[in-house]
Structures are given as structure tokens and as C-alpha cells.
Antibody
Framework: EVRLVESGGDLVQPGRSLRLSCAAS????????LHWVRQGPGKGLEWVAG????????GYAASVAGRFTISRDNGKNSLYLQMNSLRPEDTALYYC?????????????????WGQGTPVTVSS | EIVMTQSPATLSVSPGERATLSCRAS??????LAWYQHKPGQPPRLLIY???TRATGIPARFSGSGSGTEFTLTISSLQSEDFAVYYC????????FGQGTKVEIK
């Protein structure tokens, strides 16, 4: 059974940093691209970032580019999202999602498994 | 950047009736279109990929159609468990979701 478990969400002040983690099990982690998706309060789903089989193949939404960094540790079956210079508009439930269809994160693959999410609140 | 637009924002339907949801892409995405169902307190659930292929375990009352820039999700006879928010997502060029259509009980 595929399992994705996010952690690291917290209440932080604007301008501070936070690192989210996603622990994966039940599939061949190093063979799948992975993504972060968020949902702000009362809002829809927003794609945040994606990563291919290695940390050199990554992409970001314009709203987080330059502030967030996605990475993975295939030895630990873990996905990460380093979030710097946080803003109130980054407040959301953050999901990690597993891609199927292709191994490159940029296109060709959809999301067949999701975690339960970890909440991030950015407020003073 | 590809922008996805869904309509309507809210759809009021009686159980047993048919629901038709629309999704438009700002440029062609071919068949690289997925639909997800999202209920409160749960993660999104993949319904359709490749514009028209049902994911594993998805009932036949869910069907997808379209290509290029115009797509449709049809729920042929709404069941109580189908009331939720539905999102389309393009995966032609990175990712983008539509803003969602809430299917509510009439």
C-alpha cells in the first residue's frame, strides 16, 4: 500500500523559514517524480513544486520560485520542501503527491497518491 | 503558463441526476488532463487521467471527454458520496489546477 506522510507544518512568523518532510513507503521511491500541492483556507488546489528522480530536475510555481526549494533523499525515501521568506499567503495545508505516467516532473504525469497534508500558518 | 478555468463554480444537483462539469485550458494540453475529487478532511482522489481513462476503482458513472482546450467530466447518476469539489489539472507543461467546481445537493 502506498503511503505518504507529511510532517513539519507549524505556525511561523512572516519572513521566517520552515522545512516540510514527506515520508514515503509502499512503492519504489527512486522511480517516481514527486510534487508538493497546497490548499489555502477557502481556496482551491495550487501546485507548488515538483522534482524528478534526482534533485537536479525541479520546477516551481511562480508564487514560490526563489523562496522554496524542493529536494529528495532516495536513501531515506523522503521528500522535502524548504520554505524561506514565508508570507501570510503561504498559509495552507501542504500535500505531497506521487506522480505516475512519466519520471520527469515537467510533464506527462498525473498524481495517483496523496498524503493527508501538513498545515502551515504564517502569521505574526 | 497554462491557466485552467472551470465552470460552473457551483453545481446544484439532485441525487440520481446527471452532472456535467467543464474545464478549459488557455492553450492546448492535448490529452494531458486529469480530474480529481476532493472532500473535506481527505486528500484529493484521482478520478480520470488522459482526459478519459478512469483510474483504478473509479465507478463507471464517472466519465471524461475532450482534448486540446475543452474538457468535460460527467457523473451520470449522482450518488450521495459524489457531492464534493472537483478539480481539473493539466500535466502537459508542469502542473496547473482549475479553481474547482463544487457539486452540492439540490
Amino acid at each position: 500500500e502506498v503511503r505518504l506522510v507529511e510532517s513539519g507544518g507549524d505556525l511561523v512568523q512572516p519572513g521566517r523559514s520552515l522545512r516540510l518532510s514527506c515520508a514515503a513507503s509502499g512503492f519504489s521511491f527512486h522511480d517516481n517524480a514527486l510534487h508538493w500541492v497546497r490548499q489555502g483556507p477557502g481556496k482551491g488546489l495550487e501546485w507548488v513544486a515538483g522534482i524528478g528522480l534526482t534533485s537536479s530536475n525541479v520546477g516551481y510555481a511562480a508564487s514560490v520560485a526563489g523562496r522554496f526549494t524542493i529536494s529528495r533523499d532516495n536513501g531515506k525515501n523522503s521528500l522535502y520542501l524548504q520554505m524561506n521568506s514565508l508570507r501570510p499567503e503561504d498559509t495552507a495545508l501542504y500535500y505531497c503527491a506521487k506522480q505516475v505516467g512519466t519520471t520527469g516532473p515537467a510533464g506527462g504525469g498525473y498524481f495517483d497518491s496523496w498524503g493527508q497534508g501538513t498545515p502551515v500558518t504564517v502569521s505574526s | 503558463e497554462i491557466v485552467m478555468t472551470q465552470s460552473p463554480a457551483t453545481l446544484s444537483v439532485s441525487p440520481g441526476e446527471r452532472a456535467t462539469l467543464s474545464c478549459r485550458a488557455s492553450q492546448s494540453v492535448g490529452f494531458s488532463l486529469a480530474w480529481y475529487q476532493h472532500k473535506p478532511g481527505q486528500p484529493p482522489r484521482l478520478l480520470i487521467y488522459g482526459a478519459s481513462t478512469r483510474a483504478t476503482g473509479i465507478p463507471a458513472r464517472f466519465s471524461g471527454s475532450g482534448s486540446g482546450t475543452e474538457f468535460t467530466l460527467t457523473i451520470s447518476s449522482l450518488q450521495s458520496e459524489d457531492f464534493a469539489v472537483y478539480y481539473c489539472q493539466q500535466y502537459k507543461d508542469w502542473r496547473a489546477f482549475g479553481q474547482g467546481t463544487k457539486v452540492e445537493i439540490k
